[in-house]
């Protein structure tokens, strides 16, 4: 099992910058890929930006040259940098962690709301 806790969400505006973390505790040695997905309201949750274990990286094409992904295996982290904000950020942001067999984790999710 493994658990998922985000945060840095808030409030900022368009244009302004936050970072999320999201730490990861139980069995973190079996994880491979993390990530940050994001559900709008009245919308479908969507990918943000995955991370694999050996670092490389996919970003959705919304937030390329934006956002930036990160992860500390030493500390169980993931981050997401988030840059040059627009109001179509506003979202709740999940962190995403697959472990051993496929089995997907997600955290409560943190609520990011940028004004225009």
């Known amino acids: 099992q493994v658990q998922l806790v985000e945060s840095g969400g808030g409030l900022v505006q368009a244009g302004g910058s936050l970072r999320l973390s999201c730490a990861a505790s139980?069995?973190?040695?079996?994880?491979?890929?993390m990530g940050w997905y994001r559900q709008a309201p009245g919308k479908q949750r969507e990918l943000v930006a995955i991370i694999t274990s050996g670092g490389s990286t996919n970003y959705a094409d919304s937030v390329k040259g934006r956002f930036t992904i990160s992860r500390d295996d030493a500390k169980n982290n993931v981050a997401l940098q988030m840059n040059s904000l627009k109001p179509e950020d506003t979202a709740v942001y999940y962190c995403?962690?697959?472990?051993?067999?496929?089995?997907?984790?997600w955290g409560k999710g943190t609520l990011v709301t940028v004004s225009s």
């Open positions: 995403n962690a697959v472990g051993y067999a496929s089995v997907t984790y």
């Open positions: 139980g069995s973190t040695f079996r994880i491979g890929v």
